[in-house]
């Protein structure tokens, strides 16, 4: 949300006069006059934010996530005009340009991009938000008259240079880290863990060396050339510290540093809302960088991981615990058939549905839900299981089955479920790997020890779609469960396996 704020922010004119401006300046400077111009914005301002607000509010549940969103383009719609009509723009005309650019790629993205890519296209958005904010601070360390923040001796004052150096430092930590995170989730760059040497003293270093010169700059007040090559070390040094902090970060939690990114890019944005004076900015950067903090906050607890470690770059990790790889061991297992999950789904009274990332691969969501219609009219109990991290970014699986239509009242989080496996007649798993392998609990040399996963091995039958038994989930983790005695592997691609049920059914 703050990205097209940030974007309109940076060409405002220098305001030539403050106080004692003659209603003829006022004029002169925006559409308003004076005292009336701050209060109208004001007000506007509360008022998207207070959209902001409710937007997410609504996106706290499937059931209310489209008024989530409606709420929060109003939001940035109030924002926007806002921000053009009260100030005077250097260049309407290229501001313009810029909106039209913007909408027609956004349209482009959403018409074209696959559910399946949804978690690296919100990485790549939370890029250019770090971006964004890297920019206009450069800007308005390059031309601070511009942005009002000069002292009367004509230096940059003490507080906004504080501000310029946090929102320089954080925008360029978002935007290298979301690029490793997108590179991860696209699969052009291996999920595993990518650990240096020393790489806790070097991260901290790294940190030490950007507060330090952050201080140094705020507490130089003659300018020059020593100025400006401080600015220039805290970007190069942000940029760097964004890498290191990502690459050692496996694919197992990969879904809490999307949630993270997005905090990072909220806090970035409130930064340069306060080095803008505008108070829009700095209440959605605070909103998302919050409610992001939060949400990976409450991710890490229902995986059991450390926050601090995480954020600091995978603390602890181990080079088993990201993405690929193949099977520790090939042992034997059960195959069956369409005709044999169908048989086996219509006869019982309760069917619980994991779905995981390789069901959003296959897009089989559709006709997933078509096999639970099909269950239903036969009487079945069907019920959907969603883990907190299923899938690479928070609530990718209620996404797609709200995109299916599946009943909001069918689908339960594993803390609402789990106790529920115990009286299942078929744990139906597609495409699940990690988040029903029970080494969570048992295989302390494990990646993913200690995360909360489904009690899948106390239902009476298993039915496990996998591609292939060839390869092994996002962490890297074989999975005692393909060789349980009741489970049985249904080895294809998930759409064309579920649509074959579905016939078996009809």
């Known amino acids: ?117 949804m978690p690296e296209l919100v990485a790549g958005f939370h890029s250019l938000v770090g971006l964004a904010a890297v920019v206009v601070g450069l800007a308005a360390w390059l031309n601070p008259g511009a942005f009002g923040i000069l002292d009367e001796a004509g230096q940059i004052l003490v507080v906004s240079r504080v501000e310029l150096g946090l929102g320089i430092a954080i925008g360029a930590i978002t935007f290298s880290g979301s690029v490793i995170a997108f590179l991860k989730l696209s699969g052009r760059m291996s999920g595993s863990p990518i650990l240096l040497p020393l790489r806790h003293f070097i991260n901290l270093g790294t940190l030490a060396a950007i507060l330090g010169l952050i201080t140094a700059y705020a507490l130089s007040g003659a300018g020059g050339p020593g100025e400006g090559m401080l600015i220039i070390w805290i970007t190069i040094l942000a940029f760097l510290i964004g890498f290191l902090l990502i690459i050692p970060i496996g694919g197992a939690d990969m879904p809490v540093v999307v949630s993270m990114l997005n905090s990072y890019s909220g806090w970035a944005a409130a930064a340069m809302g306060f080095t803008l004076g505008n108070s829009a900015m700095i209440i959605t950067g605070a909103l998302v960088g919050s409610s992001g903090a939060i949400l990976s906050y409450i991710m890490c607890r229902a995986m059991n991981r450390s926050f601090i470690s995480v954020i600091a770059g995978g603390f602890g990790a181990d080079a088993s615990a990201g993405g690929g790889g193949e099977p520790r061991e090939q042992r034997p297992y059960k195959q069956g058939s369409a005709d044999d999950a169908a048989f086996m789904l219509e006869q019982a009274e309760k069917v619980i549905i994991i779905p995981g990332y390789g069901m959003a691969v296959a897009q089989a969501q559709h006709v997933l839900r078509e ?13 959907y299981a969603i883990h907190p991290v299923a899938g690479r970014m928070p609530g990718h699986m209620n996404v797609l089955l709200a995109e299916a239509n599946v009943p909001y009242d069918e689908v339960f989080e594993l803390e609402d479920i789990n106790s529920e496996f115990a009286q299942t007649d078929v744990a139906f798993i597609i495409g699940a790997n990690d988040v029903v392998n029970p080494a969570a609990k048992t295989d302390k040399s494990s990646p993913i020890y200690g995360m909360p996963v489904f009690d899948v091995d106390k239902a009476k039958q298993v039915f496990f779609i996998k591609r292939s038994m060839g390869g092994v989930g996002y962490a890297g983790v074989d999975n005692d469960v393909f060789y349980m005695n009741q489970t049985v592997m249904l080895l294809s691609d998930a759409k064309k396996m579920v649509e074959e049920i579905v016939k078996a059914l009809d």
């Open 371 to 383: 096999m639970a219609d099909a269950l239903k009219e036969k009487g079945v109990e069907v019920k």
């Open 1 to 117: 949300m703050s990205f097209s704020l940030l974007a309109a922010s940076a060409e405002f004119a220098p305001v030539e006069c403050v106080a004692d401006c003659t209603p003829e300046q006022w004029a002169a400077q925006g559409l308003l006059h004076g005292p009336m111009q701050e209060s109208v914005a004001a007000l506007a301002y509360l008022a998207a934010g207070v959209f902001f607000i409710l937007a997410l509010r609504g996106l706290s549940s499937p059931a209310s996530s489209r008024a989530g969103n409606r709420n929060g383009m109003i939001g940035m719609a109030i924002a926007l005009v806002t921000t053009l009509v009260t100030h005077d723009i250097a260049n309407i005309v290229e501001i313009g340009i810029a909106i039209f650019l913007g909408a027609i790629i956004g349209v482009t993205i959403a018409r074209k991009i696959a559910m399946t890519a």
